[in-house]
């Protein structure tokens, strides 16, 4: 799995304009860049571990980012960086007796689609949901019905993220994919769709 990094610095002279986000993709990771209200660059980048092993935080981005056509970021303090633990998890059991585990805590895939948040509300909404009835009383059923949106919905729901992971590792993958996309947009929709769709409300498992 891919580690996290991630930088705010004044870089005032960056041609990353307010109101846009750039991505850069190498051999060693991908990186986006985003002006934040204040003025400053947000840098945030998901690298290969053994790729940093043999560079620095800043470095390595900056290889990522010349790779990709872009100017090199200004250098800054170093200790600025902020790192992350693997970006892919597998839990264990989504829950016990009168505990459900959801968002991060229950496992997460790299976020390359930002799906993260969207998951973590409607893990929220159903755990709540599950929770008004487990005030009436406790039962195995709860945690069955909560193991099978875990452990089906969602993973349906992460099936696009696992896989542009999977081909963001071949830059030559991405390269065509990127091409294919400029001449045809429109066949971007069933991904961006895919993206965007948030686990289904839960609902009783059959008896």
């Known amino acids: 799995a891919r580690v996290g990094l ?72 170093a200790e600025r960086w902020r790192g992350t633990p693997p970006l892919t998890r597998v839990g264990g059991d989504y829950g016990a007796e009168r505990m459900l585990r959801l968002g991060d805590a229950a496992g997460y895939v790299e976020p390359f689609t930002g799906q993260g948040m969207s998951w973590a509300i409607a893990d929220g909404r159903a755990a709540a949901a599950l929770a008004l009835r487990a005030v009436e009383g406790w039962s195995d059923a709860l945690l069955a019905e909560w193991r099978l949106y875990r452990g089906v919905r969602r993973r349906e729901s992460e099936r696009l993220c696992r896989a542009l992971a999977w081909a963001l590792r071949r830059p030559w993958m991405v390269s065509a994919g990127v091409r294919v996309l400029g001449l045809a947009p429109a066949l971007a929709a069933p991904f961006v769709g895919g993206a965007a769709r948030v686990p289904d409300p839960l609902s009783p498992v059959p008896a």
């Open 6 to 77: 991630g930088c705010d610095m004044p870089a005032a002279g960056y041609p990353v304009p307010v109101g846009e986000l750039h991505m850069a993709m190498g051999r060693g990771g991908y990186a986006g860049l985003v002006r934040l209200e204040t003025g400053a660059l947000n840098v945030a980048a998901a690298v290969d571990p053994d790729a940093l092993a043999g560079s620095s935080p800043h470095g390595l981005v900056n290889a990522i980012l010349v790779g990709a056509g872009l100017p090199p970021l200004p250098s800054h303090d």
